[in-house]
């Protein structure tokens, strides 16, 4: 089955830039979305088809696919984006939805 | 507004069944594949369930297939999960989604807040 590698996680301090990055064989060829889930709430997401930025999703979050890796980009981290954050995408050979384990980002 | 809305969680004895419900407002059911995604106390997010549009292809993750059936009744706005023969590994908050006309091609746009199914004796 297709797995999707995501680090634990990553600590960034305010203003600077975080790179969350989701690891699949060859997940270039396959559209990866990206999830936040802050405390206690339902998933929101805030990137989707590798690099759309849904409505109301800040200009801060961009996200890129190549290779094999899927990669999400959070500027100007602000104390709100503290979350974890999920990358899933479609296998199409199993016809599953396939979710990465989560990186919880930690806001110095 | 779109809303999702689950019930039927609840506690269970291990082997028993349980039915949750997803009733849903603000955008045309009928028009949307649905899933169901599962998160266990502490974990990451888990894909359960997917049903087409119009109720006629469905899909299992494999720790729950052959378990559970997802459904849906387009007349009532409202998506389904028949769960039997409950383990403890299925406690889990299991939260509802809405993503695009097909199964597969778009994220899970919107999400309910969940329904806490509790397996134990």
């Known amino acids: 089955s297709y797995v999707l590698t995501q680090p634990p996680s990553v600590s960034v301090a305010p203003g600077k830039t975080a790179t969350m990055t989701c690891g699949g064989d060859?997940?270039?060829?396959?559209?990866a979305h990206w999830y936040q889930q802050k405390a206690g709430q339902a998933p929101v997401v805030v990137i989707s088809?590798?690099?759309d930025r849904p409505s109301g999703i800040p200009e801060r979050f961009a996200g890129s696919n190549s290779g094999d890796t899927a990669t999400l980009t959070i500027s100007g981290v602000e104390a709100g984006d503290e979350a974890d954050y999920f990358c899933?995408?479609?296998?199409?050979?199993?016809?599953?939805?396939?979710f990465g384990g989560g990186t919880k980002l930690t806001v110095l | 507004e779109v809303l999702l809305v689950e019930s039927g969680g609840d506690l269970v004895q291990p082997g028993g069944s349980l039915r949750l419900s997803c009733a849903t407002s603000?955008?045309?059911?009928?028009?949307?594949?649905m899933s169901w995604v599962r998160q266990a106390p502490g974990r990451g997010l888990a894909w359960v369930s997917s049903?087409?549009?119009?109720?006629?292809?469905?899909y299992y993750a494999d720790s729950v297939k052959g378990r559970f059936t997802v459904s849906r009744d387009n007349s009532k706005n409202t998506l389904y999960l028949q769960m039997n023969s409950l383990r403890a590994e299925d406690t889990a908050l299991y939260y509802c989604?809405?993503?695009?006309?097909?199964?597969?091609?778009?994220?899970?746009?919107?999400w309910g807040q969940g329904a806490l199914v509790t397996v134990s004796s």
């Open positions: 989604a809405n993503a695009g006309s097909s199964v597969g091609t778009s994220p899970f746009d919107s």
């Open positions: 603000g955008f045309t059911f009928s028009a949307y594949a």
């Open positions: 049903i087409s549009s119009g109720g006629d292809a469905t």
């Open positions: 060859g997940i270039e060829y396959r559209s």
């Open positions: 088809h590798d690099s």
């Open positions: 899933q995408v479609w296998d199409t050979e199993t016809d599953h939805w396939v």
